[in-house]
């Protein structure tokens, strides 16, 4: 008898040994709580047409690695990332070890201004215009008139063009201008800038390649003027080039 009560009292402890004890998705006894903490992550885009974050949100475990990666949209440009972890690094990595909010910054490249130029001789005076906009723009030239008149025009691609915008997504443009006198053999070329949104340089040049300017280079930002000797050329180039 009491070797029956003996067998049953062993059973009923097992039962409640084993029977308080279970086991999470990790392989954890619940008896014996992971020490492990887990740490949200959340990333975003300033301004959100800029550009994405992948990913933008989770939940990682303490000491894990994270990379969040930051992908600019057309027209912008990745800066930096602020919040709880500053970096120019993309993709950025960290070990995380406590709730992280970060943010990746974007500039606009997206270029919008106008050119107002006006070629002049001794007696008469021709007005174009270039630039850069959202929705690329144009106006046809005449044909050329004959020789000994003044003419002023750009060309593109085989047409003529008194006017000639371009796409502001555009990081790099050029335009090419072609002219002859009607009186004299100087050419006055002045230019006006409206200005939206301009983080480039823009070049007067006497050479189609920008980066080999043959003896004239004129920034035109900070001059607005030019005399140009017909004699020794009949073309010179507008270079703009986003920094």
């Known amino acids: 008898m009491k070797k029956t009560i003996?067998?049953?009292t062993s059973v009923l402890i097992l039962l409640l040994v084993y029977g308080c004890s279970t086991t999470d998705s990790n392989g954890d006894e619940s008896g014996n709580d992971s020490?492990?903490?887990?740490?949200?992550?959340?990333?975003?885009?300033?301004?959100?047409?800029g550009g994405t974050v992948n990913p933008s949100s989770g939940s990682y475990e303490d000491?894990?690695?994270?990379?969040?990666?930051?992908?600019?949209?057309?027209?912008?440009?990745?800066?930096?990332w602020?919040?709880?972890?500053?970096?120019?690094?993309n993709p950025l990595e960290f070990k995380i070890s406590s709730n992280t909010i970060v943010t990746a910054n974007f500039a606009d490249l997206r270029s919008v201004y106008s050119v107002d130029l006006t070629v002049a001789d001794l007696d008469d005076e021709i007005n174009l215009e270039i630039g850069q906009s959202k929705d690329e723009d144009f106006i046809y030239a005449p044909?050329?008139?004959?020789?000994?008149?003044?003419?002023?025009?750009?060309?593109?691609?085989?047409?003529?063009?008194?006017?000639?915008?371009?796409?502001?997504?555009?990081r790099e443009v050029s335009w090419e201008l072609v002219y002859q006198s009607g009186n004299g053999d100087v050419l006055t070329l002045s230019w006006q800038i409206t200005d939206t949104?301009?983080?480039?340089?823009?070049?007067?040049?006497d050479s189609e390649d920008p980066a080999q300017p043959d003896?004239?280079?004129?920034?035109?930002?900070?001059?607005?003027e030019a005399q140009i000797n017909v004699i020794d050329t009949d073309r010179v180039f507008i270079h703009y080039r986003l920094d």
Do not use: H, K
């Open 6 to 8: 003996y067998i049953c």
């Open 35 to 49: 020490d492990t903490a887990s740490y949200s992550l959340t990333a975003s885009a300033s301004p959100s047409e």
């Open 63 to 80: 000491g894990r690695n994270v990379s969040v990666t930051a992908t600019a949209n057309e027209g912008w440009d990745f800066v930096n």
């Open 82 to 89: 602020t919040g709880d972890r500053e970096s120019t690094d």
């Open 143 to 170: 044909p050329p008139p004959p020789l000994g008149s003044l003419d002023a025009r750009f060309l593109a691609d085989g047409e003529d063009y008194y006017a000639l915008f371009n796409s502001n997504l555009l």
């Open 197 to 205: 949104q301009m983080e480039g340089v823009l070049t007067l040049s």
């Open 215 to 224: 003896q004239l280079e004129i920034d035109m930002q900070l001059e607005n």
